[in-house]
């Protein structure tokens, strides 16, 4: 079995496969961290996990590696309003997103690179760039592509580039160029702004420049897959091939993915338009990070979402039917043997779930037949017919929708901690929902202690007790079953 993968490049499903038989070597543009990420952004890093996962179950392996940047016009702006250098300043937002990242379950690439512990090879990239003709200086020190050096610019985007005078940059009129939509390579230094003293002048890079320079530098002149989200594909995509192709006259990647935005009320999600959440912002509303993750893959990465509250709340109610049922397949005890209809069951749910996967990674169409085998497997066990065998085989389909989900094992105390020390610390106190508050207070100690006195009611027949204290649970986000192998409790 291999994925198809929607490859922006061809505008079309193409099978995704490492072009040296061993290992797949993708490319994906991470954050620019001048502030916390908002869940718009982690949508694109969890889909690239989803992307991740899902290969490693087919057996693959994988060289995956993002950059950092940490220089840029809204780090060097911030970092000065900070009065701190940016070495001091990004630090902070760089933990911030790996944590996040882990709150997530995001796995880490294999490599992770920081723009600025690699001006050195950006600098030797804009002087082979200008050795071909397709860099040049102006009269303040900074570089620009000459656009009219490579004719193939537009070739991922398909955009109509007559129309494109129209995008260019602020500083563009600034200088005398040969093309209006030239843009910088290299920015000459500014006063009170950080530079870099190097044989291309004192100065820092341009936005593009990193990329390309770094993805060569791990990644080698030509890789298997490039990634990022849908804004990134003009122009920083585009740029990032014409500068590398005009150098190595390969293509920089051969299979480009785009994931396509999270939106709130029909706009993109970002902060300049305000709309946006932080993952710190959604868990101290109480919403727990595996209802986060599974709201945000649900929908497959092809398709805009739309971020509401019910969507998270359908996660929510998602996670805990397959928690509820896992448990009760771990706990009942089932007689020997297996059923055929079970087998069968499974067998197809398993089938159809890697179908889904493959085809381009439709995360909702992979969703629905586990849940269909939840329904068969439990309306089996209800009538005694679900076997020991069976349990195997249907543990083995949740295992492998786990690998990539990875909701189903309760994880969830972790990132909410985390949260509630950060808003301590950060002053956000006045964000944390109180229901949240109620729920962390009580320890599994706490509930063990309190679903004992209340058996111990109903054995004295003391019901008012029994219930008074199921309420009280139930205020604090615990839920009591009773079944035939005893009581069972959990956190909603
Ligand atoms: P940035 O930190 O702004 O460079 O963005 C990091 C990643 O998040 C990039 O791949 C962006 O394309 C992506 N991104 C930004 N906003 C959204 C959004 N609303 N939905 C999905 N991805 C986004
Ligand atoms: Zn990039």
């Known amino acids: 079995m291999t994925l198809h993968l929607f490859n922006t490049l061809s505008g079309q499903l193409d099978e995704l496969v490492p072009a040296d038989g061993a290992e797949l070597r993708m490319y994906v543009c ?35 590696v993002m950059n950092i940047t940490d220089v840029d016009d809204k780090i060097i702006r911030n970092a000065a309003a900070a ?20 709150s997530l379950r995001v796995e880490r690439p294999e490599a992770i690179a920081r723009a600025t512990e ?8 804009i002087q082979k760039l200008a050795a071909a003709g397709a860099a040049y200086q102006v009269e303040d020190g900074s570089w620009y592509f000459r656009l009219a050096a490579f004719p193939e610019y537009g070739k991922l985007s398909k955009k109509d580039l007559s129309g494109m005078e129209d995008g260019a940059r602020v500083d563009v009129d600034e200088y005398e160029k040969d093309s209006a939509r030239d843009f910088a390579l290299w920015k000459a230094a500014k006063p009170g702004e950080t530079a870099w003293e190097t044989a291309i002048g004192r100065g820092r890079p341009g936005w593009h420049i990193e990329c390309s320079a770094m993805a060569m530098e791990y990644l080698g002149e030509s890789f298997d897959l490039h990634a ?84 998270l709340t359908e996660a929510t109610n998602a996670i805990d039917r397959l928690r509820t049922f896992h448990q009760r397949l771990s706990q009942t005890s089932f007689g020997p043997g297996e059923s055929d209809a079970i087998q069968v069951a499974a067998h197809k749910a398993r089938a159809e779930y890697f179908d889904a996967m493959a085809n381009d990674l439709n995360t909702a169409e992979a969703r629905a037949p586990i849940f269909d085998l939840l329904r068969t497997a439990n309306t089996a066990i209800d009538k005694g017919q679900f076997l020991a065998g069976d349990r195997d085989a249907v543990l083995k389909v949740l295992a492998d929708f786990d690998a990539v989900f990875d909701v189903i094992a309760d994880r969830d105390a972790e990132p909410t901690k985390r949260a509630l020390a950060w808003a301590e610390q950060a002053g956000r106190q006045a964000d944390v929902a109180p229901e949240l508050l109620a729920r962390v207070a009580l320890s599994d100690d706490d509930i063990e202690n309190l679903v004992a006195e209340r058996t111990q009611a109903k054995k004295l027949r003391n019901f008012a007790r029994a219930d008074q204290i199921r309420n009280e649970l139930l205020d604090k986000g615990v839920v009591i079953e009773d079944s035939k192998d005893g009581v069972r409790w959990k956190r909603k």
């Open 118 to 125: 690699h001006i050195d090879k950006m600098v030797e990239l």
């Open 30 to 64: 991470g954050p620019t961290v001048y502030d916390y990420g908002h869940i718009g952004n982690f949508r694109t890093f969890l889909e690239v996990d989803v992307l991740r996962r899902f290969l490693k179950l087919m057996g693959m392996r994988l060289r995956h």
């Open 83 to 102: 009065g701190i250098p940016i070495g001091e300043y990004t630090p902070k937002f760089v933990d911030a997103f790996f944590e996040d990242l882990e």
């Open 228 to 311: 990022g989200g849908e804004d990134l594909m003009f122009p920083h995509h585009e740029n990032e091939i014409a500068q590398s192709e005009s150098v190595t006259h390969k293509p920089l990647a051969r299979h480009w993915m785009h994931v396509r935005f999270l939106l709130v009320d029909g706009k993109k999600m970002s902060k300049s338009e305000g709309n946006f959440y932080t993952l710190r912002d959604l868990l101290l509303k109480g919403y727990k990070a595996s209802a986060i993750r599974m709201a945000l893959i649900s929908v497959p990465y092809r398709h805009q979402l739309n971020f509401t509250f019910d969507g």
